[in-house]
């Protein structure tokens, strides 16, 4: 009875083209963000705390590796990910593939920043950028841990720049 109810849910979910149980929900400007701590492709574990008083974090929630949005997408960042390093921020690419996935897509891409192994989707559902797929969603998280850019689909590079102050600003 449980599973037909819960099937019921998420087929008028579907229907409603909606991701189910507040996975839609942007999380606010000005708010912490919620830690996690991940498998990368680089074989290292990437918490978020590790960064805070340090750096600019921004994660890019992307549906799929070897896909062409998401390549475009990612390899923008690549092309100008000197002028994230200049603003004393990181990049990580975030996704459910598994290690070897990511690994072989950052290589083939020749990505300089690592890419999050988010298996079951946890963190991206903690980011409201869960559902049956992950949502393509960029954060922005401030030195103090706290949400500072937050934008749905492929926003520019400029503009995720923009929202993180250098190092004397």
């Known amino acids: 009875m449980r599973q037909t109810i819960a099937a019921a849910i998420m087929a ?9 149980f507040g996975e839609d929900t942007m999380l ?7 830690d996690f701590s991940l498998p990368s492709s680089t ?3 990437i918490k ?8 600019y974090v921004v994660l890019i929630f992307y549906p799929g590796d070897q896909t062409p949005g998401c390549t475009k997408q990612l390899c923008a960042i690549r092309d100008d990910y000197s002028q994230f ?3 004393n921020a990181v990049v990580f690419g975030v996704n459910p593939a598994d290690k070897e996935s990511h690994k072989a897509f950052a290589a083939k891409q020749h990505y300089q920043f690592p890419l999050l192994v988010d298996k079951g989707k946890m963190v991206a559902a903690k980011y409201g950028a869960g559902g049956i797929m992950v949502r393509r969603t960029v954060y922005v998280i401030d030195k103090e841990g706290k949400i500072a850019f937050a934008q749905r689909g492929m926003p520019s ?6 929202s993180i102050k250098a190092d004397g600003e």
């Open 28 to 34: 606010i400007i000005g708010k912490n963000a919620p």
């Open 12 to 20: 008028a979910v579907i229907v409603a083209g909606k991701p189910a």
């Open 48 to 55: 978020l705390a590790d960064f805070q008083g340090k750096k």
């Open 85 to 87: 390093e200049k603003k």
């Open 43 to 45: 074989g290292d574990t």
């Open 157 to 162: 590079d400029a503009e995720i720049l923009a």
